[in-house]
């Protein structure tokens, strides 16, 4: 054996390596969730501390009408509630309405405040920060405009401060448009994963998890005892979500409660939103890793802190996974690679037991919702996902690696449906290169029977091509 198609055995068994451990990560995650029952944080608000609801806005147009409705439907006792609207806009027509808005909560016998800021320092979290500067109450509220509020949300998320150790309160989201098409429906499984056994399972065995930056209350004296909101991150509600936990306060996850939320409506709003979350994940990454590590934290605790800050960084082991099977195929043609049933047993193996592992973590989390879907339906969501989200692994991969070797960008908002912010993307023609590149590989596997990469390059191929085609309609 060469030392070239040794080396490419070990990359390629390294980044299957990565993608089984997360995958026993998540299907660990699962079993500790369906063991554990909701927890009740104390059983009514008898006492209302002063609260200020912030909502950060950016050229949200009329987006934000159906969000300031159902806050004009809050039950909190109003002279204990400020609302604050923190509002970045460069649209005068977003400005205008929010202005509005906030005349009409006044009237309606709000405390509520229009604070607008002409520079983006720090985007969301430089307005969160400069407006807790502007108010002194106990505990602040966030709610995004793409989010709709409850009546009661607030006596709700406020009692589990009891306990003057918890910092941080965080609602599951639930989808005011889950229905729309197949797009949303199929982004609504990871999320449910991500609360209703992630979040469930880190709340219930005491590992750090985190705040979602909206539909959730923290604690002022938290913020400022973890040093605030910083903007050196594109995932700042991360970042300070981990320091508050770091200070030993605990975060509760409120999991039979839940905030309605938008889903992005369009590739271009989905790839906006997952660029800055798998950038930003990286950087917290890279920002807390020796932190954590030096932390007086169970090794439990910081082995599953480091797993989820990673989250994001193994779209590399999957970007590499597929790239190096590009790159084994060369080999093959060119007689370096030998027959070898030992390793593509290996391959083959994890890779199917990786699949089973998600599918059954995703089923379980699913199972828990209340989406109304048939298996049948279910399974097929799950499969788009996978493709999907395997043709998103060059758009993945780059930004993880951005985050993780330092390279900055600006904090770009989700587009939401009736915002002024949304755009049409240039198509990602690189994606139906690679496409085109996968295609190819099949054919020449089917014509000198490489069967152990025909199963990779095929996903590949339909993956890209789903994804290039499907941002084309943006």
Same mark, same amino acid.
């Given at each position: 054996?060469?030392?070239?198609?040794?080396?490419?055995?070990i990359?390629?068994?390294?980044?299957?390596?990565m993608l089984?451990?997360?995958?026993?990560?998540?299907?660990?995650?699962?079993i500790?969730?369906?063991r554990?029952?909701?927890k009740?944080?104390?059983?009514?608000?008898?006492?209302?501390? @002063?609260?200020?609801?912030?909502?950060?806005?950016?050229?949200?147009? #009329?987006?934000?009408d159906?969000t300031?409705?159902?806050?004009?439907?809050?039950?909190?006792?109003k002279e204990?509630?400020?609302?604050?609207?923190l509002?970045?806009? @460069? #649209?005068? =027509?977003?400005?205008?309405?929010?202005?509005?808005w906030?005349?009409?909560?006044?009237?309606? =016998?709000?405390?509520?405040?229009y604070?607008?800021?002409?520079?983006?320092?720090?985007?969301?979290?430089g307005?969160?920060?400069?407006?807790?500067?502007?108010?002194?109450?106990e505990?602040?509220?966030i709610l995004?405009?793409d989010? !709709?509020?409850?009546?009661?949300?607030?006596?709700?998320g406020? @009692?589990?401060?009891?306990?003057p150790?918890?910092g941080?309160v965080?609602?599951? /989201?639930s989808?005011?448009?889950?229905d729309?098409?197949?797009?949303?429906?199929?982004?609504?499984?990871p999320?449910?994963?991500h609360?209703?056994?992630?979040h469930?399972? !880190?709340?219930?065995?005491?590992?750090?998890?985190?705040?979602?930056?909206?539909?959730?209350?923290?604690?002022?004296?938290?913020?400022?005892?973890?040093?605030?909101?910083?903007?050196?991150?594109?995932?700042?509600?991360? #970042?300070?979500?981990y320091?508050?936990?770091?200070?030993?306060?605990?975060?509760?996850?409120?999991?039979e409660?839940?905030?309605?939320?938008?889903l992005?409506?369009?590739a271009?709003?989905? !790839?906006?939103?997952?660029? !800055?979350w798998?950038?930003?994940?990286?950087e917290?990454?890279?920002?807390?890793f020796?932190?954590?590590?030096?932390?007086?934290?169970?090794?439990?605790?910081k082995?599953?802190?480091?797993?989820?800050l990673?989250?994001?960084s193994?779209?590399?082991?999957?970007l590499?996974?597929?790239?190096?099977?590009?790159?084994?195929?060369?080999?093959?043609?060119?007689?370096?690679?030998a027959?070898?049933?030992?390793? /593509?047993?290996?391959i083959?193996?994890a890779?199917?037991?990786?699949?089973l592992?998600?599918f059954?973590c995703?089923?379980?989390?699913?199972?828990?919702?209340?989406f =109304?879907f048939?298996?049948?339906?279910?399974?097929?969501?799950?499969?788009?996902?996978?493709?999907?989200?395997t043709?998103?692994? /060059?758009h993945?991969?780059?930004?993880?690696l951005?985050?993780?070797?330092?390279?900055k960008?600006p904090f770009?908002?989700?587009?939401?449906?009736?915002?002024?912010?949304?755009?049409?993307?240039?198509?990602p023609?690189?994606?139906?290169?690679?496409?085109?590149l996968?295609?190819?590989?099949?054919v020449?596997?089917?014509?000198i029977?490489? /069967?152990?990469?025909l199963?990779?390059?095929?996903?590949?191929?339909?993956?890209y091509?789903?994804?290039?085609?499907?941002?084309?309609?943006?």
């Open positions: 054996m060469s030392a070239l198609v040794l080396t490419w055995q990359a390629l068994s390294l980044c299957v390596l089984s451990i997360y995958s026993f990560y998540q299907g660990y995650l699962a500790l969730s369906s554990s029952q909701s009740k944080e104390g059983a009514s608000l008898k006492e209302h501390p @002063t609260v200020v609801l912030q909502i950060p806005l950016f050229n949200e147009g #009329d987006t934000i159906e300031f409705r159902s806050i004009l439907d809050l039950t909190y006792p204990q509630l400020q609302i604050q609207i509002d970045d806009s @460069t #649209d005068k =027509g977003s400005r205008t309405l929010a202005k509005i906030a005349e009409q909560l006044q009237k309606n =016998g709000f405390k509520a405040e604070l607008w800021r002409a520079h983006r320092s720090e985007f969301k979290a307005a969160l920060r400069e407006g807790l500067v502007k108010t002194d109450s505990f602040v509220a995004d405009a989010f !709709r509020s409850a009546p009661n949300w607030l006596e709700k406020l @009692t589990p401060f009891k306990d150790k918890v941080i965080q609602f599951r /989201w989808y005011f448009n889950l729309e098409s197949w797009f949303t429906q199929m982004q609504a499984l999320l449910e994963v609360f209703r056994n992630e469930h399972a !880190r709340y219930n065995y005491r590992y750090l998890s985190n705040f979602n930056g909206t539909a959730g209350i923290l604690r002022r004296s938290a913020i400022e005892d973890s040093g605030g909101w910083s903007g050196d991150t594109l995932t700042e509600d991360i #970042d300070l979500s320091r508050i936990q770091l200070k030993k306060y605990r975060l509760v996850y409120l999991n409660n839940s905030l309605d939320s938008e992005p409506h369009t271009s709003a989905y !790839r906006t939103q997952q660029r !800055r798998n950038k930003g994940g990286a917290t990454l890279k920002k807390l020796f932190p954590i590590l030096q932390s007086d934290l169970s090794f439990s605790q082995l599953f802190a480091l797993f989820h990673s989250g994001s193994f779209y590399l082991a999957s590499g996974l597929f790239l190096l099977s590009l790159f084994g195929l060369l080999l093959k043609t060119s007689g370096e690679l027959e070898s049933t030992l390793f /593509w047993t290996f083959q193996v890779l199917s037991i990786n699949t592992i998600l059954i995703f089923y379980k989390a699913y199972s828990k919702s209340t =109304g048939n298996s049948l339906k279910f399974t097929r969501l799950f499969l788009t996902y996978i493709f999907y989200t043709g998103l692994g /060059w993945h991969g780059k930004a993880v951005e985050g993780l070797i330092g390279m960008s770009e908002r989700t587009p939401k449906k009736g915002s002024t912010t949304s755009k049409k993307y240039r198509p023609y690189i994606e139906l290169l690679i496409s085109l996968f295609f190819a590989a099949v020449v596997d089917l014509k029977g490489f /069967w152990p990469m199963g990779i390059h095929l996903v590949g191929g339909i993956g091509l789903l994804s290039f085609s499907h941002a084309c309609k943006a």
